[in-house]
C-alpha cells in the first residue's frame, strides 16, 4: 500500500478550507484553531498543498490572543490548550516565528492547579508535581501535559524545566500495570483502566528522554491492544506512540486503511481525528519524524532555563 491511497483524505481535508484560512471539523461549520493546526501537521507531511497550509497559519495567527494563546474559541478563552498544536503548525514557517515564539512563552507561564494531596486513598497521584490542563485554573491531565511536552521538544526546549517536570508528572501518572488513564491512577483505592489514546500521547511524550524499563509494561499494553483498535484517535496515537519507541507495526498502512474505511458505515470522522491518523501512517518514528528539518533552538526563551 504505497502513500498515494491516502491522497483521497488529504483532498477532503483540503476540500473543505474555509476562505478565512481555518479548517472546521466537518464540511460547512466554522473554522476550529485545533482542527486547523492538525490539518497544516498534516498536510506539511504529505507535502500536499503549500498555499493551503499557509493559509491555515496565516488564520492560526488572527486566533492569536495578546498573551499568546490559542483559546478553542474568543468566547472560551479559558480552554487555551490548543496552543500547542498551534505552535507544531507554525514550526515550518518562518512567517509564523514572532506568533509561535509568543505561544511558547505563554505556555511556558502556563500551568494548572497543583496542591498537596489531601488524601491519597481517594486520589493515587501526586497532586503536586506541575503539568498542563485542559482549562485554566483546573488540574493538569496527561494529553494537554503530553501535547506541551511534545511542542516544547520539537522547538528545541526539551531540557527546560517545566518539560522535565512535565515529563515526572506522567511518569508518576503511569499506572501501575501499564498505560495512562486521562490522569487519574487509583481513586478509592481502585485502579483505573488505561486507554489507548492517552497512553499513546504519553509515550510519545516520554520518547528519547525516559529509560525503557519505566515504560515496558505500558509499550506492552498498547502492543496488546493495538490489533482491534479502530477509531483514529485511538489507533493515530497508539502508532504515534509506539513508534516514537521504534515499535511501529509493519501493517500500520493496513491497520488505518481499515479504519479509514468505517467512514462508509459511520460517516466522516471529524477533521482532528482523520489528521492524527494520517500523521500515524507517515511518522517513520512517532511525531517528531514529520518534521525533517532539525529543531532550531529558541534563544530567546534562555531566561526560562
Same mark, same amino acid.
Given at each position: ?8 483524505s488529504l @483532498?477532503?481535508m ?6 478565512n484560512g481555518?479548517?472546521?471539523?466537518h /464540511?460547512g461549520?466554522?473554522a ?9 501537521i ?13 493559509r ?13 494563546r ?8 479559558e480552554?487555551s490548550?490548543?496552543t500547542p498544536l498551534?505552535i507544531?503548525a ?21 500551568t494548572g492547579?497543583h ?5 491519597p ?9 506541575l503539568?498542563w ?5 483546573t ?12 511542542a516544547?521538544?520539537?522547538?528545541g526546549?526539551? /531540557?527546560?524545566?517545566?518539560?522535565v ?8 501518572r503511569?499506572?501501575p ?5 486521562y490522569?487519574?491512577?487509583?481513586v478509592f ?25 519505566e515504560v @515496558?509494561?505500558s509499550?506492552?499494553y498498547?502492543l496488546h ?7 483514529p ?8 506512540g509506539?513508534?516514537a ?25 471529524p477533521?482532528p481525528?482523520l489528521?492524527l491518523?494520517?500523521?500515524?501512517? @507517515?511518522a517513520?518514528q512517532g511525531?517528531h519524524?514529520?518534521?525533517k ?5 529558541i534563544l ?6
Amino acid at each position: 500500500m504505497t502513500q498515494e491511497h491516502f491522497f483521497p483524505s488529504l @483532498e477532503r481535508m483540503k476540500s473543505i478550507q474555509l476562505p478565512n484560512g481555518g479548517f472546521p471539523y466537518h /464540511a460547512g461549520e466554522e473554522a476550529q484553531p485545533d482542527a486547523t493546526a492538525w490539518a497544516i501537521i498534516a498536510l506539511s507531511a504529505y507535502a500536499f498543498d503549500r498555499e493551503s497550509c499557509d493559509r491555515g497559519r496565516a488564520y492560526l495567527v488572527s486566533q492569536q490572543a495578546n498573551d499568546g494563546r490559542i483559546s478553542l474559541s474568543p468566547t472560551h478563552p479559558e480552554a487555551s490548550w490548543p496552543t500547542p498544536l498551534a505552535i507544531l503548525a507554525w514550526q515550518r514557517s518562518s512567517q509564523s516565528h514572532e506568533a509561535q515564539s509568543r505561544a511558547i512563552d505563554y505556555l511556558i507561564r502556563f500551568t494548572g492547579q497543583h496542591f498537596p494531596n489531601p488524601d491519597p486513598s481517594i486520589s493515587g497521584h501526586d497532586t503536586a508535581i506541575l503539568g498542563w490542563p485542559w482549562i485554566a485554573d483546573t488540574h493538569s491531565w496527561v494529553i494537554p501535559t503530553g501535547l506541551a511536552i511534545i511542542a516544547l521538544q520539537q522547538i528545541g526546549l526539551g /531540557a527546560h524545566a517545566r518539560v522535565v517536570e512535565g515529563e515526572n508528572m506522567l511518569i508518576n501518572r503511569q499506572l501501575p500495570h501499564g498505560g495512562w488513564n486521562y490522569g487519574n491512577t487509583f481513586v478509592f483505592g481502585k485502579e483505573l483502566h488505561p486507554l489507548p489514546e492517552s497512553t499513546g500521547v504519553a509515550l510519545q511524550a516520554l520518547a528519547g528522554t525516559t529509560p525503557k524499563p519505566e515504560v @515496558e509494561q505500558s509499550l506492552a499494553y498498547l502492543l496488546h491492544e493495538l490489533p482491534r483498535l479502530r477509531t483514529p484517535l485511538s489507533l493515530g496515537w497508539a502508532l504515534l506512540g509506539l513508534g516514537a519507541w521504534g515499535l511501529k507495526p509493519p501493517n500500520a498502512k493496513d491497520l488505518a486503511m481499515a479504519s479509514l474505511q468505517r467512514q462508509d458505515r459511520y460517516g466522516p470522522y471529524p477533521l482532528p481525528s482523520l489528521a492524527l491518523l494520517l500523521c500515524a501512517v @507517515e511518522a517513520s518514528q512517532g511525531l517528531h519524524s514529520l518534521f525533517k528539518s532539525s529543531p532550531r533552538e529558541i534563544l530567546s526563551h534562555s531566561a526560562h532555563d
